[in-house]
């Protein structure tokens, strides 16, 4: 009985990884096409996500659910940085295209 509890355990954790790694690969190319289609007003949204998830995570009571909105309230708040940075990498890029145009 008390194997079969520990393995449920790590069970958990796993799956706190595999939630972790899943919304890190979705958020990814969201910042991307918020990005092209919203610029640099989409950080308000990831603003207002990183709070609503940090606050429900304070107020949820089971371990595990709670650390699933805490995940989700820290990829929301990088995801702020990233769109500032897709932008600059965008400005970047297309600077460079203008630069090889032959004139």
Do not use: C
Request: no cysteine; hydrophobic share 50%.
């Amino acid at each position: 009985m008390v194997q079969l509890l520990v393995f449920h355990t790590n069970i958990k954790g796993l799956s706190l990884g595999l939630f972790t790694f899943i919304i890190i690969w979705i958020f990814h190319p969201l910042v991307i096409k918020i990005e092209y289609y919203f610029k640099n007003k989409s950080w308000y949204v990831f603003l207002i996500t990183t709070i609503v998830n940090a606050f429900i995570s304070t107020r949820i009571q089971d371990v595990f659910i709670s650390s699933m909105f805490g995940v989700l309230a820290f990829v929301s708040f990088w995801s702020i940085f990233e769109t500032f940075k897709q932008t600059k990498r965008v400005k970047n890029r297309s600077l460079l295209q203008e630069k090889k145009r032959p004139h």
